[in-house]
């Protein structure tokens, strides 16, 4: 069974449908490339599977470890080189305090992402980390 169905909705807008969930997504190209820029593009969204990817995975191992990750915000901008994304940087801001073993271990995780060992390897990934004490650490692909 397909996890989910598109449809046209005009133009360049798309529905998605997913089949477990019934939830709805809906994109729309920006009008540079011939859309009414009404919602999500599509690369909009594979930067937010990405970023919530990076969030999900380091909240696993963080609870892994017994620290709380909740209330954990993360932020990314992007540009594109042409015909793909060129660079994301992503920005995370952990609330929880952490030693270094916990911080090495949500570093490891979030570049382990499924979302992001699928992108094109020229994308340059970047993400910062804000960690509780202060302390800002930049981790580059």
């Given amino acids: 069974m397909a996890i989910l169905t ?7 807008r798309f529905s998605a449908t997913f089949t477990k969930y019934g939830k709805i997504v809906e994109t729309d190209a920006t009008k540079d490339h011939g859309g009414e ?4 593009s599509p ?3 594979t930067v937010a599977a990405l970023v919530n990817c990076t969030g999900t995975l380091m909240a696993i191992k963080a609870r892994s ?3 709380d990750t909740t209330g954990m915000t993360l932020s990314a901008d992007y540009s594109m080189v042409p015909g793909r994304i060129g660079a994301i940087a992503i920005s995370a801001a952990v609330p929880c305090d952490t030693d270094e073993r ?3 271990g949500m570093i490891r995780a979030a570049n382990n992402c499924p979302v992001r060992k699928s992108l094109h390897p020229d994308i340059g ?6 960690w509780a004490d202060g ?3 930049t981790v580059k692909e």
């Fill in 6 to 12: 598109a449809r046209n909705d005009g133009v360049c």
């Fill in 37 to 40: 820029d009404t919602s999500y």
């Fill in 43 to 45: 690369i909009d969204l």
């Fill in 65 to 67: 470890l017994g620290l």
């Fill in 102 to 104: 916990a911080r090495q």
């Fill in 125 to 130: 990934i970047t993400l910062t980390i804000n």
């Fill in 135 to 137: 302390t800002i650490e």
